[in-house]
């Protein structure tokens, strides 16, 4: 008889959710994990997100302290007090056939703000963009990782001063960024999406909303401050198809989290997610001390649709 193994299963890729993602000081977070479609005998494993920054790429390394194999689909961190991102996968039988990783999902302890100027997620080919790094600390890099996971700083970008990158944007652009102190401290991310001249976009928040204040969403051409006659999408449905030029919510609340997009004469933005944040996390938004931890490199990845390679246990 031949040796056994263990089988990848790429075709299937769960879903990881972190509640909550915010955190003061010493909480505890839930990870959970699913596999679509739901079926019995699933086995979950849970790992840490260690960049590998000689490649520009990271691996996985299986959480302390906790059996290999669980039936549970839930594991709980407690203590938490510093950034840090995680992925499970799933895996059954003997041997066992493995699903792939899951998109990082992450849990935040900001030491800075990010800001970004246009205040929005989506630019068009060669807009002016600068992002800026404010914090307590006298050192800031911006950093971010592209859509195919390569990590760049504003060094690469030509900018001398690290800590305020201006760049007129091209499609390599898109993807995560975010400020990182020498010490090892970090900023919130946020999200870029370059689209094309010819496009559309979503005017949205790059940061996330506070409950109960106002936002407004709206749609534009590169040459056109204002589009009318403009569907909005919340979550891929419809949710105003009249002749309004702007989606105005006066109160927002965690229903209208999700990602939204417009559509105007057939042509469409790219989606964008919007979050929305309880009224009492918002004194850990800003400017909040965690430990030097490297794990910031990957964890924002979840962002954005983050293809992970299959790799046996």
């Known amino acids: 008889w031949s040796d056994s193994f263990s089988l990848t299963v790429c075709d299937l890729r769960p879903v990881l959710s972190v509640s909550p993602?915010?955190?003061?000081?010493?909480?505890?977070?839930?990870?959970?994990?699913?596999?679509?479609?739901?079926?019995?005998?699933?086995?979950?494993?849970?790992?840490?997100?260690?960049?590998?920054?000689?490649?520009?790429?990271?691996?996985?390394?299986?959480?302390?302290?906790?059996?290999?194999?669980?039936?549970?689909?839930?594991?709980?961190?407690?203590?938490?007090?510093?950034?840090?991102?995680?992925?499970?996968?799933?895996?059954?039988?003997?041997?066992?056939?493995?699903?792939?990783?899951?998109?990082?999902?992450?849990?935040?302890?900001?030491?800075?703000?990010?800001?970004?100027?246009?205040?929005?997620?989506?630019?068009?080919?060669?807009?002016?963009?600068?992002?800026?790094?404010?914090?307590?600390?006298?050192?800031?890099?911006?950093?971010?990782?592209?859509?195919i996971g390569l990590l760049f700083d504003c060094f690469y970008m030509g900018n001398m001063n690290r800590s305020t990158c201006s760049n007129n944007m091209d499609w390599y652009h898109s993807g995560v960024y975010w400020c990182e102190s020498g010490s090892g401290h970090f900023s919130n991310s946020v999200n870029i999406t370059v689209k094309n001249i010819n496009g559309t976009i979503l005017v949205s928040p790059v940061h996330p909303v506070t409950e109960g204040d106002p936002v407004t969403l709206s749609c534009r051409y590169k040459e056109q401050k204002l589009l009318s006659n403009v569907f909005f999408y919340h979550n891929n449905k419809l949710i105003h198809n009249d002749s309004r030029e702007e989606l105005k919510i006066s109160a927002v609340s965690k229903s209208d989290e999700g990602f939204y997009k417009c559509e105007h004469s057939g042509k469409e933005s790219p989606q964008s997610w919007m979050a929305v944040r309880g009224e009492r996390m918002k004194t850990f938004d800003r400017f909040y001390s965690g430990k030097p931890f490297k794990v910031i490199l990957v964890i924002i990845c979840c962002y954005f649709k983050c293809h992970l390679e299959c790799i046996k246990l």
């Open 21 to 147: 993602s915010w955190l003061s000081p010493g909480a505890s977070v839930t990870l959970s994990c699913e596999v679509k479609p739901q079926s019995a005998g699933w086995r979950f494993f849970w790992y840490k997100a260690i960049p590998d920054l000689s490649s520009r790429f990271y691996s996985f390394e299986l959480l302390p302290n906790i059996t290999n194999r669980t039936e549970l689909n839930s594991y709980i961190l407690h203590g938490q007090n510093h950034t840090a991102g995680y992925v499970c996968r799933a895996g059954r039988g003997d041997p066992a056939d493995f699903t792939a990783y899951s998109e990082p999902k992450f849990i935040w302890f900001p030491a800075a703000s990010l800001s970004v100027s246009p205040d929005r997620v989506q630019h068009f080919k060669s807009d002016s963009v600068s992002l800026s790094c404010e914090g307590n600390s006298t050192e800031w890099t911006v950093k971010w990782i592209t859509e």
